[in-house]
Nanobody
Framework: QVQLVESGGGLVQAGGSLRLSCTASLSRYAMGWFRQAPGKEREFVAAISWSGGRTYYADSVKGRFTIFGDNAKNTVYLQMNSLKPEDTAVYYC???????????????????WGQGTQVTVSS
């Protein structure tokens, strides 16, 4: 059973930055970040292949968020800059055992999920 431990959420003013971390108990997983705002469905944010060679972003965060990993630490990060109030949500990391180098956008393709971390952006 893979465990994912997230950290880094918090309260920030609009225009500010936060960095989320997600550490997996095992290595070589394709990873993704998703978010869910109150009253809304969970949505894809960003994904990275197990090697880190490929990344993909939702249009709403492209140019502001960066996903990257540290394989030595089994950790994936989500650097969030120029935050907006509409970025407020619970952010979840997800993992899928995969060596293909593919990035996955659909939540259903992931096997393991973190507990979520709250990000609140004030206007």
């Amino acid at each position: 059973q893979v465990q994912l431990v997230e950290s880094g959420g918090g309260l920030v003013q609009a225009g500010g930055s936060l960095r989320l971390s997600c550490t997996a108990s095992l290595s070589r997983y394709a990873m993704g970040w998703f978010r869910q705002a109150p009253g809304k469905e969970r949505e894809f944010v960003a994904a990275i292949s197990w090697s880190g060679g490929r990344t993909y972003y939702a249009d709403s965060v492209k140019g502001r968020f960066t996903i990257f990993g540290d394989n030595a630490k089994n950790t994936v990060y989500l650097q969030m800059n120029s935050l907006k109030p509409e970025d407020t949500a619970v952010y979840y990391c997800a993992a899928r055992e995969d060596y293909s180098g593919i990035v996955y956008i659909a939540g259903a393709r992931y096997d393991y999920w973190g507990q979520g971390t709250q990000v609140t952006v004030s206007s």
